[in-house]
C-alpha cells in the first residue's frame, strides 16, 4: 500500500494534547479504571478522528496515538479511526500505552496482563508498535529481572499480531545507556527501542543517546525551549548523537512547551529544524 511509503516524520498526540483537551485515564489501578474524560489541559478545540487529516495538510504521513486520547475503544470506533488514517495515507507509526509498571514487585504481573489487553487495540488500528512503560521502579537488579521476565512475556502475547512491543529510555528503572543495554539484552530481539531525546538530562544525556540510538528502531524528537524558544544547541547536539549512532528511521515530533500558544508552530518548528539538519548531512560527513 501506497501510505507504507510515508517518510521521516510522525507527530505524537502528545503534542497536541492542548488541541485534543480531554483524557480518558485508562489504567490497571482499579480507582482509575474509568474511563470518563477529564481535562488537565482544558476543553480542546478538535477530535482526534480528525488528526491524520491535519497531519496530511502539513505533509506528515505519520501518527502516534497516547492511550488516554482514545476516546472510546469500542470496535466501530477503532474501525472509524482507522478508516481515518487510511484516507489521509496516514501510518499508524505507534500506539502509547501510557500506564502500567513491569517492575513493580507488588502489581507488576497484573500490569502486564493490562499491557497484554492493547495489544488487540492496537492491531485493530493498524499500528506498527506498541510502546510500553519498562517500569517505574529503581533499577536494582531485581526490579530489571522483572521487568524483563514481564516484558518477554508480553512480546510472546503479541507474536503474530503484526504488532511489535517496543519501550523507551523512561522512568527511573533506565537512567542510563548500562540499565537501557542491559534490558534490551536480556529481551533479545523480542522488544524495541523506541529513544527519547527528551527523558534523560544534559550533559550527560548526550554520550547516552550516542550509545542507544544505534539500537532504536523510532525516535521521540522532543526538544527543550527557554525564555528565548527551541534550544537549538541542545536540539542539534541531540540529533549530532543520533547521526554518530547510525540512526535512519523516523522522528517522532514531540512539542511539549507552553512557548507556542499554537501546538502546530512548535511541532512544524521542529520538523524543519530535523530537515535542516538531515539536509546539512552531506557537508557534515565531507568536512
Not at 46 to 54: E, F, G, Q, S, W
Not at 136 to 143: A, H, I, L, V
Not at 151 to 163: F, I, M, R, T
Request: charged fraction near 25%; proline fraction near 6%.
Amino acid at each position: 500500500m501506497q501510505h507504507l511509503q510515508n517518510g521521516r516524520f510522525a507527530v505524537s498526540t502528545w503534542s497536541l494534547h492542548r488541541l485534543l483537551g480531554p483524557v480518558h485515564a485508562y489504567s490497571p489501578d482499579p480507582p482509575d479504571k474509568s474511563a470518563a474524560p477529564k481535562e488537565p489541559y482544558g476543553p480542546g478545540g478538535a477530535a482526534l478522528i480528525d488528526v491524520p487529516a491535519m497531519l496530511a495538510a502539513r505533509g506528515v504521513n505519520r501518527l502516534e496515538i497516547c492511550s488516554f486520547h482514545l476516546p472510546s475503544l469500542d470496535a466501530a470506533y477503532i474501525g472509524e479511526l482507522s478508516d481515518a488514517m487510511a484516507a489521509s495515507n496516514v501510518l499508524f507509526q505507534t500506539l502509547l500505552v501510557e500506564d502500567g509498571d513491569p517492575s513493580h514487585a507488588g502489581t507488576a504481573e497484573r500490569d502486564i496482563g493490562w499491557m497484554a489487553e492493547w495489544i488487540g487495540i492496537a492491531a485493530a488500528l493498524g499500528a506498527q508498535r506498541m510502546r510500553v512503560i519498562a517500569g517505574k521502579q529503581k533499577p536494582s537488579e531485581e526490579n530489571l529481572g522483572r521487568a524483563a521476565r514481564h516484558l518477554n512475556w508480553l512480546a510472546e502475547k503479541a507474536e503474530g499480531s503484526g504488532v511489535r512491543i517496543v519501550v523507551e529510555n523512561w522512568f527511573d528503572l533506565l537512567p542510563s545507556p548500562v540499565e537501557m543495554n542491559w534490558l534490551l539484552d536480556r529481551l533479545d530481539g523480542k522488544v524495541g527501542l523506541n529513544g527519547d531525546l527528551g527523558n534523560w538530562s544534559a550533559p550527560a544525556k548526550y554520550d547516552g543517546l550516542a550509545d542507544i540510538m544505534r539500537r532504536a528502531e523510532i525516535c521521540h524528537a522532543k526538544a527543550d525551549y527557554n525564555a528565548g524558544g527551541l534550544d537549538a544547541e541542545d536540539y542539534r547536539k541531540c540529533l549530532e548523537m543520533c547521526e554518530r549512532a547510525g540512526y535512519a528511521g523516523p522522528f517522532t515530533l514531540i512539542y511539549d512547551s507552553p512557548f507556542f500558544a499554537d501546538e502546530w508552530d512548535g511541532i512544524l518548528l521542529q520538523k524543519t529544524f530535523i530537515e535542516d539538519f538531515l539536509r546539512e548531512a552531506p557537508a557534515r560527513r565531507t568536512a
